[in-house]
């Protein structure tokens, strides 16, 4: 059983697409955590949420607590944005990940 | 750069053997998390400590240690190591106990065990 699903696995869109990415989750939680991977191995936090939404420049995240439902939207993709998308999950004393969204932008 | 460093990039080593992963973690966090990245399962949580004490353990095997020293640096030890420990081995750093922080991950450490 897995605690954190994500959607979809694979998503490739052409540059200028709005993307969504979905995290759902099955566990109470202390809060939630975007990563970005890219190709070369490194992880960098993009958001952490504990409640409603957050914006960074073309990234969105939102947060619904009660349906235990995440969303990472990307504005105008690019294909600088290309990289595995990882939702994880804060508990108390644990950390729960998804299996990672790979998003390919083609120019 | 998020200030988290960790050495070595790789490591090649038979099994059977020990090695031993480094973490410094950014300067002022006090907590430092460990994970594993395999192809087959993904991200794992490993283990958190905060300022010296293990705080919270994961999907951490009896043959793997960690400790966080005096001066917040961290080490993970792994034995008698066996072909399914190749992975990413990702420290992160946060300032507080809580998973509510922001964390900063290393670069990694890409273990492979011939």
């Known amino acids: 059983k897995n605690e954190v699903e994500q959607s979809p696995q694979n998503l490739t869109a052409q540059e200028g697409e709005f993307i969504t990415i979905n995290c759902s989750y099955s566990?109470?939680?202390?809060?939630l955590h975007w990563l970005q991977q890219h190709p070369g191995g490194g992880i960098v936090s993009l958001f952490m949420?504990?409640?409603g939404k957050k914006k960074h420049g073309r990234l969105i995240a939102t947060i619904n607590i009660q349906e235990k439902h995440s969303s990472l939207h990307i504005t105008a993709s690019h294909p600088r944005d290309s990289a595995v998308y990882i939702c994880?999950?804060?508990?108390?004393?644990?950390?729960?990940f998804g299996t990672g969204t790979s998003l390919t932008v083609i120019p | 750069d998020s200030g988290v460093t960790q050495t070595p990039k790789h490591l090649i080593t038979a099994t059977g053997q020990r090695v031993t992963l480094r973490c410094s973690p950014r300067?002022?966090?006090?907590?430092v998390y460990w994970y594993q990245q395999s192809l087959d399962q993904g991200l794992q949580f490993l283990i958190q400590?905060?300022?010296?004490?293990?705080?919270a353990k994961g999907n951490i095997l009896e043959r793997f240690s960690a400790q966080q020293f005096p001066d917040l640096h961290s080490e993970l030890n792994l034995s008698s190591l066996e072909l399914g420990d190749s992975a990413l081995y990702f420290c992160?750093?946060?300032?507080?106990?809580?998973?509510?922080?922001?964390?900063?991950f290393g670069p990694g450490t890409r273990l492979t065990v011939t």
């Open positions: 992160a750093s946060s300032a507080g106990l809580q998973t509510y922080y922001e964390q900063y």
């Open positions: 566990v109470g939680i202390s809060a």
């Open positions: 949420l504990s409640s």
């Open positions: 994880a999950v804060g508990t108390r004393n644990q950390f729960y």
């Open positions: 300067s002022g966090d006090l907590s």
């Open positions: 400590y905060y300022n010296g004490e293990e705080r």
